[in-house]
């Protein structure tokens, strides 16, 4: 599998500053909405652009759930599995001509979705600050 996306955040010292104060709530809300953003791709890449032919490579794509090293999260997402030789020839041959689905299935969706993969952390780390200040003030 290969990184298609990578969310990094400003030094900004306010924005540091807030989310450091998160501690690992704020981690754990970039790892549900990069998560959910690796679906979004994933689903649109296997019902609008990966090549079907018997439906294997389709079936083969996944989309690991969240690993954290520190502060940092990955997700993969990919296809082929066993037959990632295939997957990535698929992929990268410009030259092959499907009846369903094209060339770059996953790069396309992935920069199609990328605006949604920034609102989905803001979303999820607007919602751990309204739950940390909601404690804070009980």
């Known amino acids: 599998m290969s990184k298609i996306f990578e969310v990094k955040f400003a030094n900004a ?3 540091k500053a807030q989310f450091e104060a998160l501690g690992d709530a704020g981690i754990k809300a970039v790892a ?3 998560y959910k953003s690796a679906n979004q791709i994933m689903t649109d890449s296997k019902k ?3 090549p079907v032919r018997t439906g294997v490579l389709r079936s083969s794509g996944t989309v690991t759930h969240p690993k954290r090293s520190g502060a940092s999260v990955t997700v993969e997402l990919g ?3 066993a037959a990632s030789a295939y997957a990535l020839a698929q992929h990268e041959r410009l030259d092959y001509r499907h009846k369903k689905g094209q060339a770059k299935y996953l790069e396309l969706p992935a920069i199609r979705h990328r ?3 920034a609102s989905n952390v803001m979303h999820e780390l607007r919602e751990a600050f309204a739950k940390a ?3 804070k003030g009980k």
């Open 133 to 135: 200040t909601k404690r």
């Open 79 to 81: 296809y082929g599995g």
């Open 115 to 117: 605006p949604e993969i």
């Open 48 to 50: 609008n652009y990966v």
């Open 13 to 15: 010292r306010d924005v």
């Open 32 to 34: 549900k909405a990069i």
